[in-house]
């Protein structure tokens, strides 16, 4: 299994890159004789159909690369220090990590509502393998996408692509605000200039979805990394509510699905505006 799909452009015309980190579903035969949970609940944390979403990417001259391990196996939105001494034998944990002591470090510990994954523990050797297999190949080439980015543009904006669970959102609606469909995190400013994350939010918003900031989702390890708004680099996460386009018991999408992706088609092709510069630069042959 190849670590990503890589959807380029035949022509790239904007510094917005889009990733999927949390949408693989290709899930070894391996692992899945290791898991005590079945194929529905093994599913439960993926960014299920994300990559589809936004697969009008290319078409408007930007690049999607959408991992194909899923999430469960190994995490791409976590460095790759984040092992669990609770789930990988012979681990260490340098300090308290919050991601770690709840289960979800780069090795997950478990799925959706704590959801043990795992009878015992697994071999140091096999974590190390899945990290060198999927995750840094992964990074690797998404790295190489930004700097391409940056040379031709002048900046990378990346948006990073994700799906939150109906349930993380009712605490906002409880509070007696009006529920998001999707939460932009950009880590309180300290990933994305101001300006990028307007303009991203106004993008959403002109499809009719409502958009919150930060809360309950800030952005992790991937937005961390790669935003640098002082050096032109620009990261900004993306959540957008499953039950607007799928069943999340059964894990399948809705018959709300097709529509939805026609709103996310109008709404990427606003976004990739965003990184289109006004003239396009011209490149040596």
């Keep these: 299994m190849c670590a990503y799909r890589l959807f380029r452009p035949d022509w790239p ?9 949390h949408s693989g579903r290709d899930y070894p035969w391996s692992f899945l004789r290791q898991t005590v949970l079945d ?14 979403l936004f697969a009008a990417a290319p078409s408007h001259g930007a690049s999607l690369i959408a991992a194909n391990a899923p999430r469960a196996y190994v995490d791409l939105n976590r460095a790759p220090e984040e092992l669990d001494p609770a789930v990988v034998e012979g681990a260490r944990q340098a300090g308290h990590n919050p991601r770690i002591s709840s289960g979800l470090g780069v090795i997950p510990r478990v799925v959706a509502n704590g959801r043990a994954i795992y009878r015992g523990k697994i071999a140091l050797a096999e974590a190390e393998g899945r990290i060198a297999t999927y995750w840094r190949p992964y990074h690797d080439r998404l790295q190489e996408l930004l700097d391409e980015a940056q040379a031709r543009f002048g900046e990378s904006i990346l948006v990073d692509c994700h799906s939150m669970p109906r349930e993380a959102i009712e605490s906002i609606a409880s509070a007696g605000k009006r529920r998001p469909d999707v939460v932009l995190g950009d880590r309180f400013g300290a990933s994305a200039g101001s300006d990028v994350v307007d303009r991203i939010e106004a993008a ?7 958009v919150g900031r930060n809360a309950p989702f800030a952005g992790a390890y991937i937005t ?11 990261a900004v996460q ?6 607007l386009y799928m069943d999340e018991r059964e894990v399948r999408p809705s018959r709300n699905f097709d529509a939805f992706r026609r709103v996310m088609e109008a709404v990427v092709a606003d976004l990739v505006e965003i990184g289109r510069p006004d003239e396009m630069p011209l490149v040596a042959e």
């Design 204 to 210: 959403f918003a002109a499809a009719g979805l409502r």
């Design 224 to 234: 961390q990394r790669y935003g640098r708004p002082a050096g032109h680099r620009h």
């Design 39 to 52: 194929e529905r609940a093994i599913r439960s944390s993926e960014d299920a159909f994300v990559d589809l």
């Design 238 to 243: 993306v959540e957008i509510d499953r039950s």
């Design 13 to 21: 015309t904007t510094s917005v890159v889009f990733s999927s980190p």
